[in-house]
């Protein structure tokens, strides 16, 4: 079973960045595609972005693209996401999550998220 690890949370300033880790185990890394997503209180799970296995194909919810930015390092078993220009409207838990193949890494390639890490945004 993968076990996901989320961290590198907490509050800012509205402008500020902040960068997001996802560190993963008990499968092989490069061969899973991963994602982040993000869920406000009173609100539904909301996806923000992909990234296949190897790292070239990346996918952005329209709310976050030119702000936000996926990687991996797959020799850290790690996974990425670099929030700059932060607003209020992206305060939320954010969780990581592992798909079923390297390649697809759209919106419904995942259902098990991670426990996430809190990101508040202040105006």
């Known amino acids: 079973q993968v076990q996901l690890t989320e961290s590198g949370g907490g509050l800012v300033q509205a402008g500020g960045s902040l960068r997001l880790s996802c560190a993963a185990s008990g499968r092989t890394f490069s061969n899973y595609a991963m994602a982040w997503s993000r869920q406000a209180p009173g609100k539904e799970r909301e996806f923000v972005a992909g990234?296949?296995?190897?790292?070239?194909?990346?996918s952005y919810a329209d709310s976050v693209k030119g702000r936000f930015t996926i990687s991996r390092d797959n020799g850290k078993n790690r996974m990425y996401l670099q929030m700059n220009n932060l607003k209020p409207e992206d305060t939320a838990v954010y969780s990581c999550?592992?798909?079923?193949?390297?390649?697809?890494?759209?919106?419904?390639?995942?259902?098990?998220w991670g426990q996430g890490t809190q990101v508040t945004i202040s105006s």
């Open positions: 990234i296949s296995g190897s790292g070239v194909g990346t």
């Open positions: 999550a592992v798909g079923r193949n390297s390649y697809y890494f759209g919106p419904d390639g995942f259902g098990s």
